[in-house]
């Protein structure tokens, strides 16, 4: 997922600086690759995601830093890899305290 959030920003870098791109950017978790429109199991049904795809450009060769949904969420928001913010679990709300203002992830 980062590296398609990586590459979605270099590809802004394209655009002239008095003209607005007109991007949408979807990120999902636990799809994997199933969707219709990579035509990678046969039989699965994306018919609204197959449309957009049909309009836009399709990542097919996307990474996540883990391979956990909330260790790749944290990366996404927080655009810090496990290694720093020390979250390469699951974590319950009591075990985002240090995401406050001003204070440190765990070391």
Known sequence: MIILF?????????????EKANVLFIAVDDLNDWLGCHQTHQGTKTPNIDRLAECGVVFTNAHCQTALCGPSRDRM????????????DQLDNSQ????????????
């Open 6 to 18: 990586v590459t979605f920003l270099a590809s802004l870098s394209l655009f002239a600086a008095n």
């Open 77 to 88: 928001i927080t655009g810090l890899p496990p290694s720093t913010t020390a979250i390469y």
């Open 96 to 107: 985002l305290d240090f995401l406050a203002p001003g204070r440190e992830p765990p070391h």
